[in-house]
């Protein structure tokens, strides 16, 4: 069965520095998310990427968060410079059509910031 | 108001029980709605999705009621395996953005 991929799935840092996440998507989606989960928390959007545009992002996501799709399979998330309030479960995932709910999960990235 | 609201329990039910939660969404226009479901420091797994007539997928069903702008799950004869957080997902507005509750959890006890 087909999967969204996310590496690493532990990452610690220091406070001030630069974090990538990287994701592959299911190879046929068209739609592309990330969404976060601090412990205890609920799942927040961050953004949807679209044709290779962002198409809709929160207030979560400011000037400290970018996406990228470098090639054809992964997704990136980068977070600039890593504040303590960014230590959460980062998921992302994917679907095919806007039309369809099934949001299909990785089993996420754990981002400790220290 | 919050956009998605759902009361975050624990419902504490013994096996065999039928458990029903509700999940209120702030946007009347809202059009696309789910359950899914989340294992403890797992991520979100869809359940159902909840159609305009109400449906059914074995012990679950889903129902909409656009009016007083909720939507309910109702599953009967409870596993031990159901145990985890049930979350509501909306799409609230028009476009990709699937909006996310802040889940119930549910315990089924022997």
């Known amino acids: 069965e087909p999967e969204v991929t996310q590496t690493p799935s532990h990452q610690v840092t220091q406070m001030g520095q630069e974090v990538i996440l990287r994701c592959v998507p299911i190879?046929?989606?068209?739609?592309f998310y990330w969404y976060r989960q601090i412990l205890g928390q609920k799942v927040e959007f961050l953004v949807s990427f679209y044709n290779n545009e962002i198409s809709e992002k929160s207030e979560i996501f400011d000037d400290q968060f970018s996406v990228e799709r470098p090639d054809g399979s992964n997704f990136t998330l980068k977070i600039r410079s890593t504040k303590l309030e960014d230590s959460a479960m980062y998921f992302c995932?994917?679907?095919?059509?806007?039309?369809?709910?099934?949001?299909?999960f990785g089993e996420g990235s754990r981002l400790t910031v220290l | 108001r919050k956009e998605v609201e759902q009361d975050p329990g624990p419902f504490n039910v013994p096996e065999g029980a039928t458990v029903a939660f509700n999940c209120t969404y702030s946007n009347s226009a809202s059009q696309s709605f789910f359950w899914y479901r989340q294992d403890c420091r797992k991520e979100p797994k869809l359940l159902m999705s909840v159609y305009s007539s109400g449906n059914e997928d074995g012990r679950f069903t889903a129902q909409l009621n656009r009016a007083s702008q909720y939507i309910s799950l109702l599953i009967r004869d409870s596993k031990l395996s159901d145990s985890a957080t049930y979350l509501c997902v909306v799409n609230i507005y028009a476009g990709n953005m699937l909006t996310f509750g802040g889940g119930t959890r549910l315990m089924v006890k022997p």
């Open positions: 190879s046929n989606h068209l739609y």
């Open positions: 995932a994917s679907r095919a059509r806007a039309d369809t709910g099934e949001l299909f």
